[in-house]
């Protein structure tokens, strides 16, 4: 008997939410793309790429310096505005964490990858609350309500 959203391969029981989008992210986290390894920061050791509160002004600049001259930037970058959360300590693409967190409250919030809204949209998960509920009851997207032209 074949589900209504589901495919003949999917071996969950019926009404368990399909938990693969979180595994993804997991995975995306643990494994390094592969611009980490032509980053400038790799080759700077000495350096302390997650600074104290409170480091000398002189160690960020350098750190920050050698950011500047990184072929990767960009990349890194768009990595860390990704991947950004609370855990997500130590400068990247010259930013430190207070700095992210700062622009990040500063920024509208990103619209929800199922509906569009940006109503109560969750950061990490870039779902608004009653998306995320229904993926979370029903392992599928919650389905796009199409326009009505008032006729």
Request: aromatic share 8%.
């Given at each position: 008997m074949n589900t209504p959203g589901r495919d003949l391969f999917d071996t969950r029981p019926?009404?368990?939410?399909?938990r693969t989008?979180?595994?993804s992210a997991v995975f995306d986290?643990?494994?390094p793309p592969e611009?980490?390894?032509r980053a400038a920061c790799r080759d700077h050791p000495e350096i302390n790429w997650i600074p104290d509160r409170g480091q000398q002004k002189t160690e960020l600049?350098?750190?920050k310096a050698v950011c500047d001259q990184c072929p990767v930037r960009d990349q890194c970058?768009?990595?860390v505005n990704r991947h950004n959360d609370?855990?997500?300590l130590g400068i990247w693409a010259g930013t430190t964490w207070a700095s992210r967190q700062k622009t990040r409250r500063n920024q509208p919030p990103p619209p929800c990858t199922d509906c569009g809204t940006t109503t109560n949209v969750y950061p990490r998960r870039q779902l608004c609350e009653p998306c995320h509920n229904?993926?979370?009851?029903?392992g599928t997207p919650r389905p796009r309500k199409e326009p009505t032209d008032g006729s």
């Open positions: 019926v009404g368990e939410p399909d989008s979180d595994l986290l643990l494994t611009w980490h390894a600049q350098a750190a970058a768009d990595w609370s855990h997500l229904h993926r979370h009851n029903h």
